[in-house]
């Protein structure tokens, strides 16, 4: 059975977690405390030497680090993959996205302030600058979703659950959501979808 070193709050660690479930596949999960150095244990750097979750123990081959390396090792040949290549490519242009725009700013602020607690105060003008540039994510991402139910394909696809993963708890990084009709809708569709379940949930 496949074994998923994780923690719990992670956005990236939950993407792997949807896709499991959505495909109905079995696998136990073991719980990392990212918070108090465990990752970067010996232990755990001996399964990923670059020291994060999520990692995936796949029984027969080793363990996959990087949240988008796992889903689509997950999700190959399945339907949340699109079969067309241009759509295929389009899931991808958003997963690139997603690692290089939207995680590092949204993400790492919901970090900083949800799960750190470090304050305003604290974080000066780092945190002006990770919302700046969160906000522009945003920005892009309601303009992408206009006309669209999907990101890709014109279904649901690894595309929507990795932008999911942080868009709909930007919340808690003081992102305010209420000016981004197409991204409130769309997070409704996807927290719809069949086996969905909540960020914490195992
Ligand atoms: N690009 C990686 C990012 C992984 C990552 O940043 N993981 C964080 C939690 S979301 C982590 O393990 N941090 C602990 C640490 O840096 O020691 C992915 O998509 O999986």
């Known amino acids: ?117 470090k304050t305003r105060a604290e974080l000066g003008e780092k945190l002006v600058e990770k919302k700046k540039h969160g906000y522009a994510a945003l920005d892009v991402l309601e303009e992408g979703l206009r006309d669209r139910d999907f990101l890709a394909g014109g279904r649901y696809s690894l595309a929507d659950i990795a932008v999911y993963a942080y868009t709909h708890v930007a919340h808690e990084g003081g992102f305010d959501l209420a000016p981004y009709p197409n991204i409130r809708a769309w997070c409704e569709r996807v927290c719809n979808q069949p086996r969905w379940a909540p960020i914490t949930e195992r």
């Open 1 to 117: 059975m496949y074994r998923l070193y994780d923690y719990l709050p992670s956005g990236n660690g939950y993407k792997v977690r949807l896709v499991l479930k959505y495909l109905s596949l079995p696998y136990e999960l073991t719980e990392i405390d990212i918070k108090n150095g465990a990752t970067r244990k010996p232990a755990f750097l001996a399964i990923n030497p670059n020291g994060r979750i999520p990692v995936l123990e796949v029984p027969g081959k080793g363990h996959l680090a990087e949240s988008h390396a796992i889903i689509s090792y997950l999700a190959e040949g399945t339907e949340l993959v699109p079969d067309e290549s241009f759509e295929r490519a389009r899931m991808w242009q958003w997963m690139c996205f997603e690692q290089y725009n939207l995680e590092p700013n949204i993400g790492m602020v919901r970090f900083w302030v949800g799960s750190l607690g």
